[in-house]
DNA sequence: TAAAGCTGATCTGCTCCTTG
DNA sequence: CAAGGAGCAGATCAGCTTTA
């Protein structure tokens, strides 16, 4: 009873078919009609850009995620303005379209269908992920994606939707583009998850034949920032109980993150485990919280003789991100030490120094084999 | 040929302006 | 006058194209 109670606390989506939304859309626009037809001023109700407002979004200890607390709604009216009132309605408009021909468009896609009008691709977005946090769907409902970002490899099926089967492992050597809103379950008997920065060591951990040395595993990257397609698959896969092995039954596969000793990579790292403010509605979908940090970490250097001359000192933008990141009270101690440590050794360090050595997977191997020491 | 700029997804912070 | 919304700017990642 007492969940049911906490989780009202915080916004949740719900996966709606499409008839729902266009439901939703269509009752949306009799209802401005008619408000029309009676002298009402045109006005629309949806949600407020809260966007990367803090004091929306909260931490939720129960399920370790960041939340979006509540729906404060705002009237966007078409006398004050009229430009946001188009803007919605056009969305709406094509977000209908789209719904009732069930065929996808990525963001990028509907920007073009109307330059002038939303001006820049950053109005879509926003006005996308509004309308989504106002149906309390997922984005993916609104048959709006964006174009596939993330790549993974190794020991994993992918069976799609439209029952086709993606598998990780045959392709190519590569990695493929992580599908997005197409997976139906995944198959898979990896040891473990490896979420890796940056291609450039994705790359590099694939050309060093990483699957032959360390049995079946599964690769992902996001490039940077992850897109929701590749959050949603580590979550999938961070959801997964080993059923097939006696031992582990019931266990979780570990996920493990392997990021630069720099501020924005502990942030990146954030987004995979908390979720992030500016998609906080979805994150029960996107977070995932078991996720841990293999390395980098400050005290790797000297453990495992890494020279000291591929330290880059912290430039001002690091250090103020890192300031800004202590200012989370959510992160664990662990990870505050190490940004302290940066901030008083004023230096960093990148994946790409362990790649120059070509130690990386040395340097993983007696990682795997300390699990005390991720964060 | 190397550097700069664009695309494209994500994130946040800063500043201006409206609103109660 | 303070709080909060809107819009812009700039950061991460990376690949491709254009320019000096």
Redesign the pocket.
């Known amino acids: 009873m007492d969940n049911i109670h906490e989780s009202k606390a915080f916004l949740e989506t719900t996966f709606r078919p499409r008839d729902w939304v266009i439901q939703k859309i269509e009752s949306m626009i009799e209802k401005l009609l008619s408000n029309i037809a009676n002298g009402s001023p045109p006005v629309l109700q949806t949600v407020?850009?809260?966007?990367?407002?803090e004091?929306h979004t909260e931490y939720d200890v129960q399920s370790g995620t960041l939340r979006r607390k509540s729906n404060?709604f705002?009237d966007v009216s078409f006398l004050?303005n009229p430009?946001?009132f188009a803007i919605i309605i056009r969305i709406l408009d094509i977000c209908h379209e789209l719904l009732i021909h069930d065929v996808t468009a990525?963001?990028?896609d509907i920007y073009y269908k109307d330059v002038r009008l939303f001006?820049?691709?950053?109005?879509v977005?926003a006005a996308i992920d509004e309308l989504a946090c106002l149906f309390r769907v997922p984005r993916a409902c609104l048959n709006v994606t964006?174009?596939a970002?993330g790549l993974v490899a190794g020991a994993l099926k992918i069976i799609q939707k439209d029952k086709t089967i993606l598998d990780c492992q045959s392709l190519n050597n590569q990695g493929i583009l992580i599908p997005t809103d197409q997976i139906d379950r995944v198959e898979t008997n990896a040891e473990f998850v490896l979420v890796v920065?940056?291609?450039?060591t994705f790359q590099y951990l694939l050309s060093s034949r990483i699957f032959e040395k360390f049995g079946p595993c599964i690769i992902i990257t996001g490039?940077?920032?992850?897109?929701?397609a590749t959050r949603q698959l580590v979550k999938i896969l961070g959801d997964l109980r080993h059923s097939n092995n006696l031992i582990n039954s019931f266990e979780t596969i570990p996920i493990l993150g392997f990021f630069?000793n720099d501020p924005?990579g502990i942030e990146i790292l954030s987004?995979y485990k908390f979720g992030?403010?500016?998609?906080s509605f979805d994150n029960e979908n996107l977070a995932t919280p078991i996720i841990k940090w293999l390395g980098l970490h400050c005290a790797d250097w000297q453990k495992y003789n890494i020279s000291k001359n591929t330290l880059l000192p912290l430039t001002s933008?690091d250090r103020k991100k890192a300031y800004?990141l202590l200012q989370r009270e959510y992160f664990q101690d662990e990870w505050r030490n190490e940004i302290c440590r940066m901030l008083y050794m004023e230096k960093k360090a990148e994946m790409q120094s362990l790649c120059e050595n070509d130690d990386i997977l040395n340097y993983l191997m007696m990682k795997f084999k300390c699990p005390n020491s991720w964060l």
Not at 197 to 200: Q, R
Not at 223 to 228: A, C, E, I, Q, T
């Open positions: 407020s850009n809260v966007k990367r407002r004091c404060n705002k004050k430009r946001g990525t963001k990028r001006g820049n691709q950053h109005t977005d964006a174009s970002k920065e940056k291609e450039a490039k940077g920032y992850p897109d929701l630069d924005y987004v992030s403010t500016a998609m933008a800004q």
